[in-house]
């Protein structure tokens, strides 16, 4: 059983920057899918980034171009590093590891485990 364990986020202006972590309990991310969610009040859970070990790395297109998905496996964390922040970035941001590989990695389907969330608001 893989506990994830998140940090990060807050309160941020648009224009500035976070960076989100999610630390494996007992096991690194080797062999494991991981991914970045988010979910707006209202809204469905929707896949935000997505990567393996493999070389896999797929983003949204809302946020491509100002987010990175990045893994330390000496620190069992994954980070997500989102630049150029926007009001409509705000939601609860869940990280997500699976052991299950290929498929849609942006879809909430292809993960298992599930961080507690943290919440960033980014205020214009």
């Known amino acids: 059983q893989v506990q994830l364990l998140q940090s990060g986020g807050g309160s941020l202006q648009a224009g500035g920057s976070l960076r989100l972590s999610c630390g494996a309990s007992?096991?690194?991310?080797?062999?494991?899918?991981m991914g970045w969610f988010r979910q707006a009040p209202g809204k469905e859970r929707e896949g935000v980034a997505c990567t393996d070990n493999y070389g896999t790395v797929r983003y949204a297109d809302s946020v491509r171009g100002r987010a990175s998905i990045f893994v330390d496996n000496s620190k069992k964390t994954l980070y997500l590093q989102m630049n150029g922040l926007k009001p409509e970035d705000t939601a609860m941001y869940y990280c997500?590891?699976?052991?299950?590989?290929?498929?849609?990695?942006?879809?909430?389907?292809?993960?298992?485990?599930w961080g507690q969330g943290t919440q960033v608001t980014v205020s214009s």
């Open positions: 007992e096991y690194s991310y080797s062999n494991y899918q």
């Open positions: 997500a590891a699976d052991r299950r590989l290929g498929g849609n990695c942006l879809s909430t389907f292809a993960f298992g485990y």
